[in-house]
């Protein structure tokens, strides 16, 4: 079974501009989350989603990062305007139905590169 | 508040020893799940193991094995006889509050090196 997909692997781009990063989760999982990971702060929740609904977006460090799931299959996480320090992997992570706590399941993450 | 720490930042072994990878973590929750995840050098998040507040057995899984007490709050990982490829970041986690959230609280990772 395909696991989550991520897009693009790498992204490199100048200051200034936006970043579009899009996940694919499992199929029949209904949990989405997106991830940040930087060696200064570790592996940080920015937002996750239950049901196509965004549930805690507490993580999302400023009005520049918007995130969207449209439908069950897709989600974006969207950086307008880009900054240096955005610099980090972005994680996206599906969980299955089937009752609270379920594990996570990590996609291979995009390397974001903001020069 | 909810939080785990795994104190261990770096640990290097000659391959074939047993390696215990500490993880201590706080929560008021009765109700939580505590899980292992390896971040190998190519940098995907791998799941490893789940383990329910409420069930204290311990799990062998091959070479891995963890052991959970709630009197210490500890969830630590052994691996067994160590092998190159078990060389990663391995890292910790708590969900806690049932009902109220699904976020997953992550230590700040181990990182285990096995040399030959």
């Known amino acids: 079974d395909a696991g989550v997909i991520q897009s693009p692997r790498h992204e490199v781009t100048e200051m200034g501009q936006e970043v579009t990063l899009r996940c694919k989760p499992i199929?029949?999982?209904?949990?989405l989350f997106w991830y940040r990971q930087t060696m200064m702060r570790g592996l940080e929740l920015l937002i996750y989603f239950n049901n196509n609904v965004p549930i805690d977006d507490s993580g999302m460090p400023e009005d520049r990062f918007s995130a969207k799931m449209p439908n069950a299959s897709f989600s974006t996480l969207k950086i307008q305007p880009s900054e240096p320090r955005d610099s980090a992997v972005y994680f996206c992570?599906?969980?299955?139905?089937?009752?609270?706590?379920?594990?996570?399941?990590f996609g291979d993450g995009t390397r974001l590169s903001i020069l | 508040a909810q939080k785990v720490t795994q104190a261990q930042t770096e640990i290097s072994v000659v391959e074939k020893e047993d390696v215990t990878l500490d993880c201590v973590y706080e929560?008021?929750?009765?109700?939580?799940?505590l899980f292992w995840y390896k971040q190998p050098p190519s940098g995907e998040l791998v799941f490893l193991i789940r383990?329910?507040?409420?069930?204290?057995q311990n799990e062998i899984s091959g070479r891995y094995s963890w052991n959970f007490q709630k009197s210490t709050s500890s969830f630590n990982f052994t691996i067994t006889a160590s092998q190159v490829v078990d060389s990663a970041v391995y890292f910790c986690?708590?969900?806690?509050?049932?009902?109220?959230?699904?976020?997953?609280?992550f230590g700040t990772g181990t990182r285990l090196q096995v040399f030959p």
């Open positions: 992570a599906s969980s299955p139905t089937g009752g609270w706590g379920q594990p996570q399941h």
């Open positions: 929560t008021r929750d009765t109700t939580y799940y």
């Open positions: 986690a708590l969900i806690s509050g049932k009902g109220n959230t699904d976020k997953l609280i």
């Open positions: 383990r329910n507040s409420f069930d204290e």
């Open positions: 199929s029949g999982h209904n949990s």
